[in-house]
């Protein structure tokens, strides 16, 4: 499973933007998309996932302010991100996993794309 990540950018505190991740390969092996994000120096953390029946699950850190979806073919997976804060810059990945929140991420990682909460 190959990914490419999109739609990051500069946002100021309390603003909003949407990433896009486009799936291919063998996308009969996922049972879940997951979006990631990582800042310098921590360990890549998953913050939303939407498995194929389309159940979401967040990490508490932002729960209620982003959501993920998808598309109905599976091959394109959004995540809106509301009432965005600084903590949330990171440079956001998507990739294929197994439908339980711990499952590994198994897919070829993608560039990601930079998300910056300033003002």
């Known amino acids: 499973v190959q990914v490419v990540e999109s739609g990051g950018g500069l946002v100021q505190p309390g603003g909003s933007l949407r990433l896009s991740c486009v799936a291919s390969?063998?996308?009969?092996?996922?049972?879940?998309m997951g979006w990631y994000r990582q800042v310098p120096g921590k360990e890549r953390e998953l913050v939303a996932q939407?498995?194929?029946?389309?159940?979401?699950r967040y990490a508490d850190s932002v729960q209620g302010r982003f959501t993920i979806s998808r598309t109905g073919d599976k091959i394109t997976t959004y995540l809106q991100m509301n009432n965005l804060e600084p903590e949330d810059t990171a440079v956001y990945y998507c990739?294929?996993?197994?439908?339980?929140?711990?499952?590994?991420?198994?897919?070829?990682w993608g560039q990601g794309t930079q998300v910056t909460v300033s003002s």
């Open positions: 990739n294929g996993k197994g439908s339980a929140w711990w499952s590994a991420p198994f897919g070829t």
């Open positions: 390969g063998s996308l009969f092996k996922i049972n879940a």
């Open positions: 939407i498995t194929i029946e389309g159940v979401t």
